[in-house]
Every structure is written in C-alpha cells, then in structure tokens.
C-alpha cells in the first residue's frame, strides 16, 4: 500500500506570516489540532500544533497576533511522497514517535497528511495498535514521592 492511498488529500494550511489567532480559529472551526506552515511558494516549512499554540505562545504570554513562523514546529517533521510504501512511513512515524506525516510533492508542497488514524483505518487492527503503542511509548521516569 502506498501513502497516497490513505493521505487525506485536503489540507487546511496557513503561512508562517499568518498569526496564530487566525490559525487558532482554523484549528477550532475545522475540528483540527494540526496545521502544515507554508511559505509564501506554498513549500512546507513547518507545523503548528494546538499543543505549540499553548506551551509555546499562552505558557509565555504572547499575543495572539503573533506570527505563526515564531510558535510553530519545525525540527523532526515526517515527510514522505505520495508513491512511497506506507510500511516504510511507519517505520519513521514510529521512530520518530509522531502521530502524523505530511506529503509532499516534488517541489516540496504539502499535498497531504497521513496520521494514525488514517493508518488505523486501512491496517488490521493488531498491526495499527502495534503502531500506536510504539509512537505513544515513552521511557518511564521515577518520580520521588515524599
């Protein structure tokens, strides 16, 4: 099975230029916690979270008006292309432990999004909770108690 068969193909994006409030209001009134940053050429640059919008730009009192391109994410994106093998997306979305992948064309453009679910749908299900519990382990930490 190739990405192109479980991406969804229409993407909400915004510009690193964009504020974060307008991004906010995409994000509330499309039911999404994840947005592609692009560029003015429409190339992918990064991703906003609803996550980077609370630790990155509430957590430290900035404006609303602040602009996308300094709250987003922009390390450790998965990518992949339409046509590549979705085994071998899973591999990285599971080693890089994120949930979800952007696809972009030859030129760099985001033409889609794979996530888990997108995943979970097509996959058998011992196969997608296997994903899941890879992408989602995290190393136990002791925490003293008094």
Do not use: W
Not at 17 to 33: N, S, W, Y
Not at 86 to 111: F, H, I, P, Q, Y
């Amino acid at each position: 099975m190739k990405c192109k068969d479980v991406m969804l193909s229409y993407v909400y994006k915004c510009r690193e230029t964009d504020t974060a409030g307008k991004c906010a209001r995409i994000m509330r009134d499309k039911k999404i916690g994840f947005v592609p940053v692009v560029d003015k050429d429409d190339k992918l640059v990064g991703v906003i979270t609803d996550r980077d919008l609370v630790v990155r730009l509430l957590a430290s009192s900035q404006s609303s008006l602040t602009s996308v391109g300094k709250v987003m994410t922009v390390g450790e994106l998965v990518t992949c292309r339409p046509d590549e093998d979705l085994r071998a997306l899973e591999a990285r979305m599971s080693k890089l432990k994120k949930s979800r992948a952007l696809v972009t064309d030859a030129e760099g453009k985001c033409v889609g999004v794979v996530s888990l679910s997108d995943i979970a749908q097509t996959e058998e299900a011992g196969r997608a909770g296997t994903l899941l519990n890879q992408i989602t382990h995290r190393e136990s930490v002791q925490i003293a108690r008094p």
